[in-house]
Nanobody
Framework: VQLQASGGGLVQPGGYLRLSCGAS????????MAWHRQAPGKQRELVAS???????TYVDSVKGRFTISRENVKNTVTLQMNSLKPEDTAVYYC?????????WGQGTLVTVSS
């Protein structure tokens, strides 16, 4: 199983980034997908999730700014991040979970700074 995240980088406050995560080795359509993040010195937190049926949830701090979506045909989950704030700076991890199985990607760094 491999989850390959991409799209991180340096962006100014108010800017945007689009993270993508490609999955292989799993039946993607069956898995709930999520993005987590871990800022320096802080615990990892769930940012957004999308179920196999397409239902989405977001942590309060990103509601209205971030959008998670999935393309089952491409085995891809995407996180569109708009109106970025310095507090969004973190390593973002892609996660796939189904029943008792959970897999993680390698993480991609997002830095929001002027």
């Amino acid at each position: 199983v491999q989850l390959q995240a991409s799209g991180g980088g340096l962006v100014q406050p108010g800017g945007y980034l689009r993270l993508s995560c490609g999955a292989s080795g799993i039946i993607f359509s069956m898995y709930n997908m999520a993005w987590h993040r871990q800022a320096p010195g802080k615990q990892r937190e769930l940012v957004a999730s999308i179920t196999s049926a397409g239902y989405t949830t977001y942590v309060d701090s990103v509601k209205g700014r971030f959008t998670i979506s999935r393309e089952n045909v491409k085995n891809t989950v995407t996180l569109q991040m708009n109106s970025l704030k310095p507090e969004d700076t973190a390593v973002y991890y892609c996660n796939a979970n189904y029943v008792s199985r959970a897999y993680w990607g390698q993480g991609t760094l997002v830095t929001v700074s002027s």
